[in-house]
């Protein structure tokens, strides 16, 4: 089946750092990448879509800036937090999607995650 | 607004059956997901309804009605490993994915 790879697992890093989490679909092209945070005991909190080659769309209230995203291919996407603070740090996940059909359905796209990326900036 | 609501936390007792349910009320309707999530980990992938009615993929069955705005995760002979969060989430008119805040399901001997 699809998968999904994230690279760091885990990562820990000083306030004021910069940090790029990979994202990478292995076994087919992935159309759209989203980017997702998610902190304790809370539901996933959509960040950014990325289409490859083009800009990232972000979300109402996340900063492009401090979350850059380049999706260099339509097999890979990175995220880069910026300037990272303790209140960045979260579980940061990546899914990836190709086209889907369902049963005597219009097609539409499954997203596949990537095991995620758990920051904790000090 | 676009609103999904299911259970905050459900317990059942390993090899019994349970079911999660999930309602929503989204703008636009173009197929609702159930995901899987253990704890410490990413989402992962169990069913996606379109159309109304049951779907079966081995211990796991999702069901949909698109007039009522529900759907369930029918869980059969639970094990321990199920012990998990389990998400719902639509894909609305802008093919959007709008989630739940998750269940939480705690499996007892």
Redesign the interface.
Known sequence: GAVVSQHPSWVICKSGTSVKIECRSLDFQATTMFWYRQFPK???M?MATSNEGSKATYEQGVEKDKFLINHASLTLSTLTVTSAHPEDSS?Y?CSATFP?S?????S?????????T?LTVL | GQNIDQPTEMTATEGAIVQINCTYQTSGFNGLFWYQQHAGEAPTFLSYNVLDGLEEKGRFSSFLSRSKGYSYLLLKELQMKDSASYLCAVLDSNYQLIWGAGTKLIIKP
């Open positions: 809370q539901s996933l959509l579980f996940i889907f369902g049963r005597e359905g219009p539409t796209d499954t997203q596949y995650f990537g095991p995620g758990r």
